[in-house]
Each structure stands twice: as C-alpha cells, then as structure tokens.
T-cell receptor, first 116, second 110 residues
C-alpha cells in the first residue's frame, strides 16, 4: 500500500541551527502539506503546496520556514534558525485532491524535532 | 478564527459497547469532514470521510453529519481495547487545508 515516508524520524539540534525535514509523498498525489504537533497539543496546519508553489500557509509559517520540492519525489521543510518552541512532531501529508474539497490526507510517520 | 471543537475526554467505555465521539465546527462553509485515529506517539490515521448529511457506515464505524447543526460524530460499535486511542475530527472548507480538533481520548476497558 502506498505511503508517505519521512526522514529523519528524530532529530536533535541546537537552538539557532538550520534543520531540513524530508518527505516523499504518495506518488500520484498532487497536494502536499506540513503539519506539526507540539506534545500534548493538537495537530496544527503549517503549509500546503500545490503545482510547485505554496497555496496556503498559517501564521506559524513565518520567514524562518520554507518548503521546497527539489525533484519529482521529495518535499522538504526547512527551518532556518530553530527556536526552543519549534520542538514538536512534524507530519508531512499528501492527497490526490485538495483537503478542503474532499481530498483525504494521508500522513507520514512524522519527524520528531527536539531543539536544545 | 475557524474552530473545530471536541471533548478531550477521556471517554471510557467497556469492551463490546458503543463509543460515541462528537465534534462541532464553526465554519458554515465547511465541505468535507474526516475522522482520524492517533495512537500515542504515532501519526494520524484516516478512518472515515463524510461529505453529505446523514450516516455513513464502514464496518464497525459510523460517521454522522448534520451541517445545519454544524455537528459531526463517530460511532464505534463493539469497541475493542485496540480501539483505545485519540480520535481527531478534521474539517475542510474552501481551501486546501484541514483544520483539526484537539481530539478525544477513548479508553476501552477489557
């Protein structure tokens, strides 16, 4: 069964360092997303990506964050200068259609980011 | 601010009983509704989607949607200990994203 894969599963970094989280969405999906979940809190939307550009982003997704689809398979989230409050589980998701228009989002296993 | 509200629980039910999970949403323009299950430390796993008013059944799961009341529910029949997890309600509107509720923790007692 096709699945979304994410690497690394866990990354520990020092405050101020750059981090890149990688995702391989399901191959025939067109919409890609990053969500995050701080421990004990809800799953929060960060950004959606379609047709090689950001289609929507949340207030959390400030200038420290960027996304890229460097080739036909990978989808990356970069955090330029990590802060303590960036510590969270980051989930990549993909869907055939837009989530708001009925597209079912399928999530990867997540990348746990710990900022010290 | 578009909100999705769920009772955080825990909702405790005995094995074999029906578990009823509820969700309300604020955006009347919402068009798609999903239930995800999340085990501790794991990613959300899609259980069901529902788009029109009424009931939708899939095995032991039934999703119910009432757009007039802005209310979505999930019934789990013959609850099993393996159903113990956090159940997330997610709602989609006219944009690409889904907005998630805080989730309801379900505990099925053997």
């Amino acid at each position: 069964e096709p699945e979304v894969t994410q690497t690394p599963s866990h990354q520990v970094t020092q405050m101020g360092q750059e981090v890149i989280l990688r995702c391989v969405p399901i191959s025939n999906h067109l919409y890609f997303y990053w969500y995050r979940q701080i421990l004990g809190q809800k799953v929060e939307f960060l950004v959606s990506f379609y047709n090689n550009e950001i289609s929507e982003k949340s207030e959390i997704f400030d200038d420290q964050f960027s996304v890229e689809r460097p080739d036909g398979s990978n989808f990356t989230l970069k955090i330029r200068s990590t802060k303590l409050e960036d510590s969270a589980m980051y989930f990549c998701a993909s869907s055939e259609r837009a989530g708001g228009l009925g597209g079912e989002l399928f999530f990867g296993e997540g990348s746990r980011l710990t900022v010290l | 601010q578009k909100e999705v509200e769920q009772n955080s629980g825990p909702l405790s039910v005995p094995e074999g009983a029906i578990a009823s999970l509820n969700c309300t949403y604020s955006d009347r323009g919402s068009q798609s509704f999903f239930w995800y299950r999340q085990y501790s430390g794991k990613s959300p796993e899609l259980i069901m989607s529902i788009y029109s008013n009424g009931d939708k059944e899939d095995g032991r799961f039934t999703a119910q949607l009432n757009k007039a009341s802005q209310y979505v529910s999930l019934l789990i029949r013959d609850s099993q200990p393996s159903d113990s997890a956090t159940y997330l309600c997610a709602v989609g509107g006219a944009t690409n994203k889904l907005i998630f509720g805080t989730g309801t923790l379900l505990a099925v007692q053997p």
